[in-house]
């Protein structure tokens, strides 16, 4: 399973502002009832863009400038809340490529990660830096640089910051771990055999 | 040198070294369920793979499950394609499956402790956050997403990097009419809904030790609402007196084998931890929230905060927002707020012994005029149990109505919705805007007791008041 090495994302971006962003907020449960994760896209923060009846409400994602960003920008603690892997699936079958905050729930984070996802931290005076750019040009290309940590975007840099176990696995190409958990399969027979519940 | 029980376990169920530095960590014990599981197994036959420990996965349905409808198919036809689907699963990969046939479905984090596959010293996995409920018994247990969902059946591990532990002692005796809920969201209201990032809590000190089991889950299940992943509590002689004669409890020889067994996980007396946090029993109070996180909690008698009281900017444009949606006047006592529902049970707060101080206080008490007020057992055998001791009538006597097993108006998934911006004192977990099936529906987090007061005052209320609990 040969995955892509990402080592950088380059797009357009967009601020979602606020902290505690959770993920009841980035996918509301009744969206959930599913067996497949196809079609969550359009649920993208659904309750906070749009009124019961379909009408759009003010939000930056319902603003047609920013149509087709690929970099999501946040603030801290976002996708607080369930392990629901709808919620980055939903952000990414939205058609978005990277997430930049100032920190990221845990699970979230690894949910993200798996999929190839990047989630970068930034301090928010940066993040702020970067938002006030894209509003001033939504046009403006934004990449986020996994190899050197930083974001470039409009002349400017600033510094971000990854795990770096996620950053490994990201720019090395082994982001889904499932390969190489597969192949340890001798050495979780043994593990699992000096283990006495793991045969009941 | 000594080590905490999360070292331990961490240690025993480490298989390898992965390439990027985390761990390959054996998952000992699977947990699915209906609404996270479906799409892992379709990645696993899109992969050509199996079910690597199918014994060692055991699954039930409650997120989608009606709460009031018990014969299939169900009337919201994606509920049942959900049921359906898990269904299949579990047959066609061999996993057992309590569904309502069964008579032991239920919550899934009551359903494993019930059964007694939920034991001290292993790894639990489960496809919902809530997961840390295990670690109640002194297990490592972790809330996972899809993908990983998928890495646990396939090869029955995932890749993890090692967390911190802080150490969260609670000691003294807590003042009557105060309960392991308040203890938690006092918790999570001092350490914030983030402050728990990175770290796995270990909930000790004398209050702790001197919880039930049950106690013990009702706070190691709110952990991730502090955004600890884990949480657990050292497993002891009330560990082992529940886990005794259970379904899938170890008999006879294997018992006591296992019971020394658990009893060498335990954390060393003197472990070093990465941070140590110590709270007084006798200061908490009952707590509920008054915002949109978990973290936005006071006591009782306190007043609702106001943003010039905030401590920084965040902190004003987070009451601000939350006090926008809540529609809670900013600086007024909390205490008085008008309720439109009451809902009791969740994995937090549905086991019998919930009900069973609940049924204490409301005996024949009726529930407030215009207040819908329902009560849902987290299992089947939950319900069982509070029939034959009578409590359901009690409740219904009351103006409860007494459901069926479930996740119910936890996250309402299933019929049990708010309505409009209907205010609900819940004795669930979660008060995120919306939680409650309504895009404008307002959660208040509490103590099932202080959901009865609630009830049956029709308003939020201090329930030391309400039901004269003397403070000896
Ligand atoms: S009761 Fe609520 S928190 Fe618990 S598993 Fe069900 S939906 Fe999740």
């Not at chain 1, 892997?85 to 920190?103: D, L, R």
């Not at chain 1, 510094?159 to 958990?181: F, Y």
């Not at chain 2, 920084?312 to 006090?323: C, F, P, R």
């Not at chain 2, 012994?353 to 407030?368: H, L, N, W, Y």
Request: one cysteine or more.
């Amino acid at each position: 399973m040969a995955l892509a090495k990402i080592t950088s994302v380059t797009g357009r971006a967009v601020n979602v502002p606020g902290n505690d962003i959770d993920t009841d907020r980035i996918i509301p449960a009744r969206f959930m009832k599913c067996v497949t994760f196809d079609g969550l896209g359009e649920f993208l923060f659904n309750d906070v863009r749009k009124q019961l009846d379909g009408t759009l409400k003010e939000h930056p994602l319902n603003e047609a400038r920013f149509t087709g960003a690929t970099i999501l920008l946040s603030g801290a603690n976002f996708g607080c809340g369930s392990s629901r892997e709808h919620a980055p699936q939903a952000i990414a079958k939205y058609g978005f490529k990277a997430v930049i905050a100032e920190n990221f729930a845990e699970i979230f984070f690894g949910n993200s990660t798996t999929l190839g996802m990047p989630c970068v931290t930034a301090s928010r005076e940066d993040i702020a830096k970067i938002a006030d750019a894209v509003n001033a040009n939504p046009q403006s290309e934004v990449v986020i640089d996994l190899v050197k940590l930083e974001v470039r975007f409009a002349g400017q840099s600033v510094k971000i910051a990854q795990r770096e176990s996620a950053r490994d696995s990201l720019v090395n190409g082994r982001w889904d771990a499932i390969g190489e958990l597969i192949d340890g399969k001798t050495d979780v027979q043994s593990t699992a055999g000096k283990l006495a519940y793991m045969s009941a | 040198m000594a080590k905490s029980l999360f070292q331990k376990v961490w240690d025993s169920h480490s298989v390898r070294k992965l390439a990027n530095g985390q761990t390959q960590l054996l998952i000992g014990t699977h947990l699915i369920h209906e609404v996270t599981s479906p799409q892992a197994f379709g990645m696993l036959r899109d992969l050509g793979l199996k079910v690597a420990y199918p014994h060692r996965t055991f699954a039930t349905v409650d997120h989608i499950v009606p709460t009031d409808q018990f014969v299939e198919p169900y009337a919201d036809p994606l509920a049942q394609a959900m049921m359906d689907e898990l269904r299949k699963n579990c047959a066609d990969n061999n996993v057992t499956f309590f569904d309502r046939a069964s008579g032991k479905q239920g919550v899934v984090h009551i359903v494993g402790p019930e059964q007694g596959i939920t034991q001290p010293g292993t790894t639990i996995a489960c496809g919902d956050s809530h997961t840390s409920t295990h670690g109640a018994f002194g297990a490592i247990a972790f809330g996972i997403g899809t993908s990983q969902v998928r890495d646990v059946l396939a090869t029955q591990t995932m890749a993890l990097g090692a967390l911190k532990v802080r150490r969260i002692e609670v000691s003294g005796k807590l003042p009557p009419g105060v309960y392991a809920k308040d203890v938690i969201l006092h918790i999570i209201r001092q350490l914030g809904v983030n402050g728990g990032t990175g770290f796995a809590y270990e909930y000790a000190g004398s209050t702790i030790d001197g919880f039930s089991m049950e106690e013990r889950m009702t706070v190691c299940n709110m952990s991730i609402e502090g955004g600890a992943r884990v949480g657990y509590v050292n497993p002891d002689e009330t560990t082992f007196a529940y886990l005794k004669g259970r379904p899938y409890s170890p008999t006879g020889a294997a018992w006591d084998a296992a019971v020394a067994n658990w009893k060498s996980y335990a954390s060393d007396a003197g472990a070093v931890y990465d941070d140590v946090v110590k709270l007084d029993a006798a200061s908490i109070a009952p707590t509920v929230t008054w915002g949109i996180n978990p973290a936005q909690g006071i006591s009782i008698l306190e007043n609702i905060p106001s943003p010039e009281t905030a401590t920084s900017a965040d902190d004003k444009a987070g009451i601000i927002e939350a006090l926008e949606y809540m529609k809670l006047p900013a600086g007024a006592p909390i205490k008085g707020t008008k309720i439109d529902v009451a809902f009791l049970g969740s994995c937090t707060n549905g086991r019998l012994s919930d009900f069973q101080e609940v049924a204490k206080f409301v005996k024949g008490r009726k529930v407030a005029p215009g207040v819908k007020a329902i009560a849902v057992p987290g299992s089947q055998i939950v319900a069982l149990q509070c029939e034959k001791l009578g409590i359901d009538k009690i409740l219904a006597d009351a103006g409860f109505e007494w459901r069926a097993a479930g996740c119910s108006m936890c996250l309402a998934m299933n019929p049990d919705k708010l309505v409009g911006d209907q205010l609900c004192a819940s004795s669930s977990n979660r008060n995120f805007k919306g939680r409650q099936g309504s895009t404008t529906g307002r959660t208040v987090l509490m103590s099932p007791v202080m959901v009865a007061a609630a009830a049956v005052t029709g308003y939020i209320a201090d329930a030391r008041e309400v039901f004269s609990v003397a403070n000896n």
